[in-house]
């Protein structure tokens, strides 16, 4: 029973960070369209760095939303 559970929260977390991945690489394209850039005028470093700081930017917005409906659920916020 433990290794099932194991198993289904690896799962659960494989599937959440590819979702964040997927809405962290198409935030990039727009960030990078904005800037007035192509893709292929950055470095495969460069565009790793750019997608790793929009997931950044979207489990902190998360992290921020859960905890203001947490605080509402309280009663707090």
Do not use: C, P
């Not at 690489?25 to 990078?32: F, S």
């Amino acid at each position: 029973m433990k290794q099932w559970l194991t198993t289904k929260k690896a799962g659960v977390l494989d599937k959440y960070r590819s979702v964040i991945r997927e809405k962290a690489i198409d935030q990039a394209k727009v960030e990078i369209a904005l800037a007035g850039k192509e893709v292929t005028d950055y470095t495969a470093e460069q565009l790793e760095v750019i997608v790793k700081d929009q997931e950044d930017k979207i489990v902190q917005k998360y992290r921020n939303s859960t905890l203001v409906v947490f605080l509402l659920a309280l009663g707090i916020y």
